[in-house]
């Protein structure tokens, strides 16, 4: 079955700077590469999701992420981040109608 | 509702009983997924349904755990016999045959005491 990696565990970054989550996977087959946010005791919100075409793709909250094919990467940027994105954020991976999850990667905004 | 729906949204038992949780997928959604996400750990794959069937069961961990989609459309997950390292949140989603997203519950947080 496909996997993902999320390289950062967690990332502290200060209000307004950019920030970059990394995401890599692994699959035999072509897949479909998701971005989810999950804010503190709440559920699982999509951000942003690759399907074909564009490489850049670009979801809520300002949030925008470029499938590179030849690297398998999968990465999530933000130009100028705000205290409100402190959650956790979860790279997904889907082949065949099969997900899988990264683990995750906490980011946390200081002021 | 048009959402996925799991009961209960809390569930304490003590340990060594055995514990339902249910699933109701949004309607006509063939595709159905448990996953287990315990604290600071991202979803854990437990059982994928396409319709009635387990196309992919691979992630339950153990024989104490056992999902039933009997009529292709809600779903329940068994664990017989619950350990404290059952406790985690239940998640629970769905999606369209040749869907490109799947759609997700608000969970169903085990607490095994």
């Known amino acids: 079955a496909q996997s993902v990696t999320q390289l950062d565990s967690q990332v502290p970054v200060f209000e307004e700077a950019p920030v970059e989550l990394r995401c890599n996977y692994s699959s035999s087959v072509s897949v479909y590469l998701f971005w989810y946010v999950q804010y503190p005791n709440q559920g699982l919100q999509l951000l942003l999701k690759y399907l074909s075409g564009s490489t850049l793709v670009k979801g809520i909250n300002g949030f925008e992420a470029e499938f590179n094919k030849s690297q398998t990467s999968f990465h999530l940027r933000k130009p100028s981040v705000h205290i409100s994105d402190t959650a956790e954020y979860f790279c997904?991976?889907?082949?065949?109608?099969?997900?899988?999850f990264g683990a995750g990667t906490r980011l946390t905004v200081k002021p | 509702g048009a959402g996925v729906s799991q009961t209960p949204s809390n569930k304490v038992t003590e340990k060594g009983k055995y514990v339902e949780l249910r699933c109701d997928p949004i309607s006509g959604h063939t595709a159905l997924y448990w996953y287990r996400q315990s604290l600071g750990q991202g979803p854990e794959f437990l059982i994928y349904?396409?319709?009635?069937?387990?196309?992919?069961d691979s992630g339950l961990p153990n024989d104490r755990f056992f999902a039933v989609r009997p009529e292709g459309s809600v779903s329940t997950l068994k664990i017989q016999r619950t350990e404290r390292g059952d406790s985690a949140v239940y998640l629970c989603a769905s999606s369209s045959r040749g869907g490109t997203e799947a759609f997700f519950g608000q969970g169903t947080r085990l607490t095994v005491v």
């Open positions: 997904a991976v889907t082949a065949n109608n099969d997900m899988r």
């Open positions: 349904f396409q319709g009635t069937g387990a196309a992919d």
